[in-house]
Nanobody
Framework: QVQLVDSGGGLVQAGGSLRLSCAASGRAINSYVMGWFRQAPGKERAFVAAIARSGGSTRYSDSVKGRFTISRDVAKNTVYLQMNSLKPEDTATYYC????????????????WGQGTQVTVSS
């Protein structure tokens, strides 16, 4: 199994940017599909972005497409989520996750999770 620690959350004004990091240990991230999910209070955990094992393919939810970018640094065994043009509706706890199966927006396909990092966007 792989252990994940996500970080980089904070308070930012609408229109601003933030970069989240997900540091993996125990196994290499290129053995997994890596993804980001988010959950706002009272809401279901929702898919945000994912990157294929090869790093050659990415997928985004419609709500963040064009604003967020998922990337990775294999040498650092770290996955990133660059968030630009942030909106108040982006406010949520963000979780990184790893899947040993297909690139999917379904949370149950991911077997390893970070502890979550809070992102708050003020209007």
């Amino acid at each position: 199994q792989v252990q994940l620690v996500d970080s980089g959350g904070g308070l930012v004004q609408a229109g601003g940017s933030l970069r989240l990091s997900c540091a993996a240990s125990g196994r290499a991230i290129n053995s997994y599909v890596m993804g980001w999910f988010r959950q706002a209070p009272g809401k279901e955990r929702a898919f945000v972005a994912a990157i294929a094992r090869s790093g050659g393919s990415t997928r985004y939810s419609d709500s963040v497409k064009g604003r967020f970018t998922i990337s990775r640094d294999v040498a650092k065994n770290t996955v990133y989520l660059q968030m630009n043009s942030l909106k108040p509706e982006d406010t949520a706890t963000y979780y990184c996750a790893a899947s040993d199966w297909i690139l999917s927006p379904i949370s149950s396909y991911y077997g390893s999770w970070g502890q979550g990092t809070q992102v708050t966007v003020s209007s």
